[in-house]
Nanobody, 121 residues
Framework: QLQLVESGGGLVQPGGSLRLSCAAS????????IAWFRQAPGKEREGVSCISASDGSTYDTDSVKGRFTISRDNAKNTVYLQMNSLKPEDTALYYC??????????????WGQGTQVTVSS
C-alpha cells in the first residue's frame, strides 16, 4: 500500500530549527516530485517547498526562502524539510504530497497525515 508518513514536528522557540521527514512506502519516491504543504488554523493550505525528481530542482515559497531547505535521500526513500530561523507564523500542520509526475506538475495523488510544528516562546 502506498503511504507517506511525516515526522519531526514539535514545539520549538522562535529562531530554532526542526527537520521534518516524509518517508514513503509502497513506491519509489525518487521517481516523483514531492512537495511540502502547511496549514495553520483558520488559514488556507499553503505550498511551502517542492523538489523535482527529474532534475533535482527545488522551489520554495517566498516566506521561507533562505530559511527552509528541501532535500531527498533516495537510499532512505525519504524527503526532508530543514527549517531554520523559525518564526511564530511558521506554526502549522505540515504534510507532504506525492506529485503524479517526476517534474513538478502540482497534480498530487497521495498525501500524508501531517506533523504539527509549533513555534512559540
Amino acid at each position: 500500500q502506498l503511504q507517506l508518513v511525516e515526522s519531526g514536528g514539535g514545539l520549538v522557540q522562535p529562531g530554532g530549527s526542526l527537520r521534518l521527514s516524509c518517508a514513503a512506502s509502497g513506491f519509489t519516491l525518487n521517481y516523483y516530485a514531492i512537495a511540502w504543504f502547511r496549514q495553520a488554523p483558520g488559514k488556507e493550505r499553503e505550498g511551502v517547498s517542492c523538489i523535482s525528481a527529474s532534475d533535482g530542482s527545488t522551489y520554495d515559497t517566498d516566506s521561507v526562502k533562505g530559511r527552509f531547505t528541501i532535500s531527498r535521500d533516495n537510499a532512505k526513500n525519504t524527503v526532508y524539510l530543514q527549517m531554520n530561523s523559525l518564526k511564530p507564523e511558521d506554526t502549522a500542520l505540515y504534510y507532504c504530497a506525492k506529485d503524479r509526475f517526476s517534474s513538478w506538475s502540482q497534480e498530487y495523488d497521495y498525501w500524508g497525515q501531517g506533523t504539527q510544528v509549533t513555534v512559540s516562546s
